[in-house]
């Protein structure tokens, strides 16, 4: 059966594209595993919430004064970018990206990340008291450091905000968050053909969509023999919160007959979905 998840990850995205010398914009997003909780558009001068428990336990006075300090960082970060591209003569457009989060662990204790990317690669993160460029980062991830590391007071912003407030912001929107983080939503499944892989040969399709939360085992058997030629694709998003998967199996037309497809989940306690083949899924 799946695996059930163990990790809980707050993480903010945030996407910045500068095009010219003028032209810029930041959008910025959070997710507390795979459920969208805030947006902040660059249009917006305040962070928005996506769900009834996105303040988690601060209360409105301690998210007023963390607002305010994503306020000061945004406006900031754009001064500093340009600074940045005269001084070490980076060319536009770039994009840079930058995801942060942190995870409790067992006993009670947790990990944080910062980092940052330039052109979709990895370029500096933050690590424990300082920054420090990336393995293979261009020669001026290392400068953009040593510039970084000389403003002792965001070094310590950026400590408390990793350390303390994301962990501790955690914990409250685990507890505000936590039935639907826990929801059970039941997945549908259904049979089909798909492109012929060869003269003679058969593509058994099933499809299993709409279910929550994310772990999920899918196969093709014969009787209670799991084939082992069963092709898994990738758990993709539906646009509802749920989760999609298609698993194949390509066989021969004659061996079609007696295949069936197993779902388990979570939400289907012991009664696994188990659809059979038969010739009118072949079309
Ligand atoms: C083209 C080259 C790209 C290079 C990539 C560089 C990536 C840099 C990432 C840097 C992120 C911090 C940017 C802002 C920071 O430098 C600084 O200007 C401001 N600091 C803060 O806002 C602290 C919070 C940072 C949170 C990061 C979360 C993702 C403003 O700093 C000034 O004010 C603060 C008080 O508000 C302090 O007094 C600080 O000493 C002062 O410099």
Known sequence: SP???????????????????SWMR?????????LQAYTWRNDSD?????????????????WKQLQQTFQVYRRSFTRDIREFVKMLHVDYPFEIQVSA????????????????????????SFQGTSWVSAPDAPPWGQMACTVLNQDQGTRETVQWLLHDICPRFLRGILETGKSELEKQVKPEAWLSSGPSPGPG??????RVSGFYPKPVWVTWMRGEREQSGTQQGDIVPNADETWYLRVTLDVTAG?????????????????????YWDRSHAS
Do not use: M
């Open 255 to 275: 061996e079609a007959t007696g295949l069936s497809c197993r779902v388990k989940h979570s939400s289907l306690g012991d009664q696994d979905i188990i659809l």
């Open 101 to 124: 989060g942190c995870e409790e662990l067992p006993g009670n204790t947790s990990e944080s990340f910062l980092r940052v990317a330039f052109q979709g690669r990895d370029v500096l």
């Open 3 to 21: 695996a059930p998840q163990r990790h809980l990850p707050l993480r903010y995205l945030q996407i910045s594209s500068f095009a010219n010398s």
């Open 46 to 62: 305040t962070i928005c919430f996506l769900k009834p428990w996105s303040q988690g336990t601060f209360s409105d006075q301690q």
């Open 201 to 206: 040969r058969l593509l058994l399709v099933c």
């Open 26 to 34: 930041t959008d910025g997003l959070a997710w507390l595993r795979d």
